[in-house]
């Protein structure tokens, strides 16, 4: 039972490690998927290299096109936005 009250510190620890650091850090990356798995064209974005655009076309589940200025345009991998500056408005079903 002595060795078993040695590793209560250890254990108190990985669990307030736990709820201050690696549960937080799940939530955030959770949201960031969500973030991205919902972009869609006319969307304003920021990407990690800090390059804000709008994106003019969503080839497939990895890749993005972004609209830099006019007549510029890039591919991006979809991971790699960072933020989302602007969001459209879904057309009405008419």
Known sequence: MEAFGQFVPLILIFVIMYF????????????HQAMV???????????QGGLIGKITKVKDD???ELELS??????????????LRSKTEPADGA
């Not at 798995?37 to 990407?47: C, I, M, P």
């Open 20 to 31: 201050l650091l690696i549960r937080p850090q799940q939530k955030k990356v959770k949201e």
């Open 37 to 47: 798995s919902a972009l869609r064209r006319g969307d304003e974005v920021v990407t």
């Open 62 to 64: 990895t890749e993005i």
């Open 70 to 83: 006019q007549g510029v345009k890039v591919r991006v991998v979809r991971s790699t936005i960072a933020q």
